[in-house]
C-alpha cells in the first residue's frame, strides 16, 4: 500500500516563503514540482468558497484596518470554541476580495510578511483553474488536496457545504476524477454528503491529536461523541476503512512509532501527515537546536522518521525543503 516516495503537498501553496493561500504561495509551491496543493475552503455570506485557513480571518488578512468593517467585528462559537474576530460568513465575496493576504505568522516568518498587503484572498475556483493551468504547462499531473472546514457551523448558518463544493467541483470540471483530487475534513458528515452526491475524489479523515469531532458532537452530544485518538485504535480504524480511503493525522500521532500507519495500511487506507515545517517552534522538543523559534532545527532528521514509517503523504510549508527530504 506504502508508495515508494510520500506525495508532498503545499500546504496551502508555499507559506514558508509567502502568505499562505496566496496566489503567489500557490504558484510558488508548483513551480516548485509539488505533488499536489492543499487549498482550505469556507464561505462567505452569499454562499462563495473562500480559501482560507479559518473562517476568523483577522491574523491572515487586512481586515482589521480597514474601517468599513470595523461593524463587523463580532464574538461567535465556532466549533465550540469562542472567538473574537472577523467571520468570512458575515462578508460577502465582493467584500472579501477587496481584502488584502498577510503572513500569520510574522515573528517567525517575517521574510513572509515582508509581501503583507500585496495580494487578494482568492476563491477555490481560482486555486482549481491555477492548478489545472500549471499541469498543462509543466506537463505533468498536479493534484488538489481540498480540505473542507466548519461545515456543520456553516449548517448552523444556511449553508449547505457539501452542495456548494459539489457545484463548484462540477463548474471547474474536477467532479468527474479526471484530476487528481483528494478531499479531507476533520467532519465525516460532510465527507459522506460529497460522496452520496457523486464526486469522484480520495477521501480522507483528518484526525487530530485531541478533541472530538464537531460533527458528532452536535450530533451525539460531548459525552458519546467518540474522541479523534478512538479512530486510530483497530476498531476506528477498521470502521474508517467501510467508508473512506485514507486518514490524516497529526505528526505526533506517527513519530517514534509507526504503528498507526502499518494498521491503517493493513486496512488499506492511505495515511497523510501534517505539517512539516523546519522552524524549532513546530518540531518536537528532541530535533530543536539553538537560535530560537524561528531558526531552523533539525528538521530532516524528524522528516525522516515520518518518511520511514512509510507514510503516502505529506504537507510541508517549504516546498523545497520537503521535496529533498522526501524524495
Given at each position: 500500500m506504502s508508495r515508494r516516495h510520500p506525495l508532498v503537498i503545499g500546504h496551502r501553496g508555499a507559506p514558508g516563503y509567502?502568505?499562505?493561500?496566496?496566489?503567489?504561495?500557490?504558484?510558488?509551491?508548483?513551480?516548485?514540482?509539488?505533488?499536489?496543493?492543499?487549498?482550505?475552503?469556507?464561505?462567505?455570506?452569499d454562499g462563495v468558497?473562500?480559501?482560507?485557513?479559518?473562517?476568523?480571518?483577522?491574523?491572515t488578512t487586512d481586515v482589521s484596518a480597514r474601517p468599513e468593517f470595523a461593524d463587523r467585528r463580532t464574538t461567535k462559537t465556532v466549533d465550540g470554541v469562542e472567538t473574537t474576530g472577523w467571520f468570512t460568513e458575515d462578508?460577502?465575496?465582493?467584500?472579501?476580495?477587496?481584502?488584502?493576504?498577510?503572513?500569520?505568522?510574522?515573528?517567525?516568518?517575517?521574510?513572509?510578511?515582508?509581501?503583507?498587503?500585496?495580494?487578494?484572498?482568492?476563491?477555490?475556483?481560482?486555486?482549481?483553474?491555477?492548478v489545472w493551468a500549471a499541469s498543462i504547462d509543466q506537463q505533468r499531473p498536479i493534484g488538489v488536496v481540498?480540505?473542507?472546514?466548519?461545515?456543520?457551523?456553516?449548517?448552523?448558518?444556511?449553508?449547505?457545504?457539501?452542495?456548494?463544493?459539489?457545484?463548484?467541483?462540477?463548474?471547474?470540471?474536477w467532479a468527474r476524477g479526471e484530476q487528481s483530487l483528494v478531499i479531507e475534513s476533520f467532519e465525516a458528515t460532510v465527507l459522506g454528503e460529497l460522496q452520496s452526491r457523486g464526486v469522484r475524489a480520495t477521501y480522507v479523515y483528518l484526525i487530530e491529536a485531541t478533541g472530538r469531532p464537531y460533527d458528532l458532537v452536535v450530533a451525539l452530544g460531548e459525552r458519546a461523541a467518540p474522541t479523534y485518538r478512538s479512530f486510530t485504535q483497530p476498531e476506528g480504524l477498521d470502521r474508517l476503512a467501510e467508508r473512506f480511503?485514507?486518514?490524516?493525522?497529526?505528526?505526533?500521532?506517527?513519530?517514534?512509532?509507526?504503528?498507526?500507519?502499518?494498521?491503517?495500511?493493513?486496512?488499506?487506507?492511505?495515511?497523510?501527515?501534517?505539517t512539516c515545517r523546519p522552524e524549532n517552534a513546530f518540531l518536537a522538543r528532541r530535533f530543536r537546536l539553538p537560535g530560537g523559534?524561528?531558526?531552523?532545527?533539525?528538521?530532516?532528521?524528524e522528516w525522516g522518521q515520518l518518511r520511514d514509517a512509510g507514510v503516502d503523504g505529506v504537507f510541508v510549508d517549504h516546498p523545497d525543503l520537503g521535496l529533498a527530504a522526501f524524495r
Open positions: 509567502r502568505p499562505e493561500h496566496a496566489r503567489s504561495s500557490y504558484a510558488l509551491a508548483l513551480a516548485s514540482g509539488v505533488d499536489a496543493v492543499e487549498p482550505d475552503v469556507v464561505v462567505s455570506r468558497l473562500v480559501v482560507r485557513h479559518e473562517n476568523e480571518i483577522s491574523e462578508l460577502t465575496w465582493d467584500e472579501l476580495s477587496t481584502l488584502r493576504c498577510r503572513e500569520r505568522l510574522p515573528q517567525l516568518r517575517p521574510g513572509s510578511a515582508a509581501f503583507d498587503d500585496v495580494e487578494p484572498v482568492l476563491r477555490l475556483r481560482d486555486v482549481l483553474d491555477l481540498l480540505e473542507v472546514k466548519h461545515a456543520t457551523h456553516f449548517a448552523q448558518h444556511g449553508h449547505d457545504v457539501a452542495q456548494l463544493v459539489h457545484a463548484e467541483l462540477t463548474d471547474a470540471g480511503d485514507g486518514i490524516s493525522v497529526h505528526k505526533r500521532l506517527i513519530l517514534g512509532d509507526g504503528a498507526l500507519v502499518a494498521a491503517a495500511h493493513e486496512r488499506g487506507l492511505e495515511v497523510y501527515v501534517w523559534p524561528a531558526a531552523f532545527g533539525d528538521f530532516a532528521r
